[in-house]
């Protein structure tokens, strides 16, 4: 059987990092888990190194349209080693992948100060990860503002801000209902985040269980995006 390919997203503060490290290690001592956090900024990719610093340095300048595109070649890249581990049967952990893409490029254009070129459009921004494996399953967790920025502030990187944040939460709020409307089994788990660390590794392990004990779901090969 093949391994399952996991999302987990959220917005910034969810604990988003902190549930795919945990998920992992208890993945680790049953079967064999992966896991892959984007953007990933590592020297694995060419991208990386160019998406770190448009995220770190607001001095470098480049069109949104340009940015979404390296964001998801990002991923393409990585892609190749996602399939190996899946068909070696390990699980792989996404930390973020094609919605944070879509929502973060999208919420630009939302923004006053934004672009009201094709990034206004969801299927031009969706369009580049056409192709993509498809997770069998996306957790969202979920943060409201509050709690959020009782978690501490936001970074210093670029989109770490309430007006971004919020902008963000919005066009998350929109991929339930499409990522749930076709098929039998439901793909988009929203996580209220709020909980202890615990409340909410255990919550998550829940339903990862499910999916795993699926065998029809692990004998089938992974869907597209
Ligand atoms: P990180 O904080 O998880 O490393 O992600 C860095 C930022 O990149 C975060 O604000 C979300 C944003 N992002 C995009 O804008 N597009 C993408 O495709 C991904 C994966 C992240
Ligand atoms: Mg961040």
Known sequence: MRGLLILIEGLDRSGK?????????????????????FPDRSSATATGSLL???LTNPTVQLPDEAVHLLFSANRWER???????????????????????????????LSAA???????SLDWCAAPDIGLPQPDLTIFLEVDEDTAARRGGYGAERYETKEIQTRVRQ??????????????LQKWHTVN???????????????????LANETLRKSPVDKF
């Not at 990092?17 to 956090?37: E, M, P, R």
């Not at 985040?193 to 499910?210: D, K, L, N, P, Y």
């Open 17 to 37: 990092s902190t549930q795919c490290d945990l998920l992992q290690s208890h993945l680790n001592s049953t079967t064999q888990a992966n896991l892959y956090k």
């Open 52 to 54: 770190h610093s448009y």
């Open 114 to 120: 934004g672009s009201s070129g094709v990034i206004a």
């Open 79 to 109: 892609q190749q080693d996602i399939l190996a581990d899946l068909t070696a049967g390990k699980c792989v952990i996404l930390d973020r992948y094609v919605y944070s893409g879509i929502s973060f490029t999208h919420a630009k254009s």
């Open 171 to 184: 066009v998350f709020a929109r991929f339930e209902k499409l990522a749930n409307t076709d098929g039998k």
């Open 193 to 211: 985040a709020a909980g202890s660390i615990e409340e909410v590794h255990q919550t998550i392990r829940g339903i990862v269980e499910e999916y």
